[in-house]
């Protein structure tokens, strides 16, 4: 019987389009893009998706300080989103907008039917403390200094009757299911500090708003259209509008509720919402519960915290004109920790690209190519008998594969790419040991031997290098392809083979200069 593709849907979260993205959006975006690539690669059937949370209040107010009007700045901010996954390669398969497409809008009501037919909304009058910007209410002991903890600014004191969905009643089944690894949580820090939360007990919450604090922007209520659905119900919907929910579509009953793995890629500020409100909604509903919930820290820039009166806050889409989209993208994967916080370092990033990039990968390409074009006629040759050096390196390469696929499924990039790093210096190293150059020479002076043996050894690094190819493509795609080119392989997923004509070599990344730092004793 032949074995049955796995069915593997991961999705971004979706941001607020209150301002441009930054480089924590691209952290993310390029992290699920790396699973969702690695995955396609491992030939799982593969859906990726972002999008955009453009019914927020949050944009709302955003418009308003602007004085323009909220579809006007949903409409301009979402266009940055778009460019910043389109310049750093991003695979998504779709990307929806909340705020326009009717799938969404008809997709939540129906979310919210179902929970409502299944007893779990009720109205209650609400006063409580609430921050704008994370749509969220606050207890007063969790303030810093009578501001919002998270973005300091001050919190409204909010007082209306609302919607409420009975959350408390799925208290049990949330810790048994996070408990038991049934959905799973990533770090074991952040599943820990979840089950911490669940055991304090949980509250139902708010899940709709005024229509006239909403400014009519939002999702109606169904049957009730003095209110609008409170962002958690609208937002987190998403997941399963964009795949049709509302229709039972094709794309649902295949990447929803007939996925073997549903994964959300989220940032640690989102995750009780992702790990204790979404699941207890879709429970409600009778709906499948996400398989994974995968979580990532928050970057600071150069050891500070973003922030625009700093001015350090980097539009993602500039920094990839200057370094390139796989250079950051590198950077983002091999050097920020994936679930912890991290700091975006200029400096760093001019390190590793030199360093690993242009040095390590990039020269190895490059002396390949070269000598490939200079000792064969750029024809990659038929090899000989293998020796220890050649079984060193293939099994090097061998525990690179093994490990690295190991760990992308383990959502473990970082150890991945060190992993991969093992065999591009083992492949260095190989050079030197067997010094294709002394070979030539001999082989020049009529030494058969040697004539074979650098046949064995250009034909091992193109094969080598093919395959390091490969290992990559879902860091730094776009790079994988240029060297599969340049080996004269159709498509990087082709191994180079005896008789294939390699092009001329180019550097693929050209050494970043920087200015010396004059030392002053
Ligand atoms: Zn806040």
């Known amino acids: 019987m032949p074995e049955q593709r796995r069915v593997y849907y ?7 389009v209150n301002a441009k993205p930054h480089v924590g959006h691209a952290l993310e975006f390029v992290q699920t893009d790396a699973y969702a690539r690695f995955r396609r690669q491992q030939g799982d059937d593969v859906y990726f998706l972002s999008g955009s949370d453009e019914n927020s209040l949050t944009n709302v107010l955003a418009a308003e300080a602007e004085g323009i009007s909220t579809r006007e700045l ?46 779990d909304i009720y109205t209650k009058q609400y006063s409580g403390l609430y921050c704008v910007r994370c749509e969220q209410f606050y207890n007063e002991d969790e303030l810093i200094d009578g501001l919002c903890p998270d973005h300091r600014i001050p919190v409204e004191l909010v007082e209306e009757e609302n919607y409420f969905f009975r959350l408390s009643k799925y208290q049990d089944e949330l810790h048994r299911l996070i408990s038991t690894d049934e959905m799973k949580v990533t770090p074991d820090s952040r599943k820990n500090e979840v089950l911490r ?25 169904p049957s009730d259209d003095s209110q609008v659905m409170y962002v958690w119900v609208d937002a987190l919907s998403n997941y399963i509008t964009a795949l049709d929910y509302a229709s039972d579509g094709e794309l649902y ?64 889409v500039e920094v990839v004109d200057d370094y390139g989209g796989d250079a950051v993208r590198y950077y983002l994967l091999r050097e920020i920790s994936p679930h912890g916080d991290g700091d975006f370092s200029f400096g760093r990033l001019i390190e590793r ?26 024809v ?24 690295s696929t190991e760990l992308f499924k383990t959502y473990e990039p970082q150890q991945a790419l060190a992993s991969i790093w ?3 210096t083992a492949t260095n190293t190989y050079i030197e040991q067997s010094q294709p150059w002394v070979l030539a020479r001999e082989a020049r002076n009529g030494d058969e ?11 091992t690094l193109a094969v080598t290098i093919g395959r390091l190819a490969q290992l990559l493509q879902p860091v730094i795609p776009s790079s994988a392809d240029e060297i599969a080119r340049q080996l004269g392989s159709p498509s990087v997923d082709d191994l180079p083979v005896p008789g294939q004509q390699v092009t001329d070599p180019t550097p693929i990344f050209p050494r970043i200069e920087v200015e010396e730092e004059i030392a002053v004793d």
């Open 380 to 403: 990659v040759p038929e090899p000989g008998d293998s020796t220890g050096l050649e079984t060193e390196l293939a099994a090097t390469l061998e525990r690179s594969i093994e490990r």
């Open 253 to 316: 009953d295949r990447y929803w509720t007939g996925a073997d793995e549903r994964v959300h890629e989220i940032g640690k500020n989102i995750v009780r919402f992702h790990a204790i409100y979404w699941p207890a909604m879709l429970l409600s509903a009778g709906v499948p519960l996400p398989t994974h919930i995968v979580v990532h820290g928050f970057l600071t820039i150069d050891g500070e915290r973003m922030s625009k009166t700093r001015g350090n806050v980097f539009d993602p």
């Open 74 to 119: 949903v409409d301009r901010n979402v266009e940055y989103f778009q460019l910043a996954l389109e310049v750093l390669d991003c695979s998504n398969d779709a990307f929806i907008r909340t705020s326009v497409e009717e799938r969404h809008f008809e997709g939540a009501s129906k979310l919210w039917r179902a929970m409502d037919a299944n007893g």
């Open 197 to 221: 939360f669940i055991e304090r007990g949980l509250e139902d919450f708010s899940i709709s708003r005024s229509h006239e604090r909403a400014r009519g922007w939002g999702v109606p209520v």
């Open 422 to 424: 093992e065999s591009v």
């Open 10 to 16: 991961i999705t971004t979260s979706i941001p607020y």
């Open 353 to 378: 690209y030199n360093a690993d990039l242009a040095n390590d990968l990039g020269n190895l390409l490059n002396r390949s190519v070269t000598m490939i074009n200079r000792y064969r006629d750029g």
């Open 449 to 459: 031997a040697a004539q074979k043996r650098l046949d064995t050894v250009l034909a």
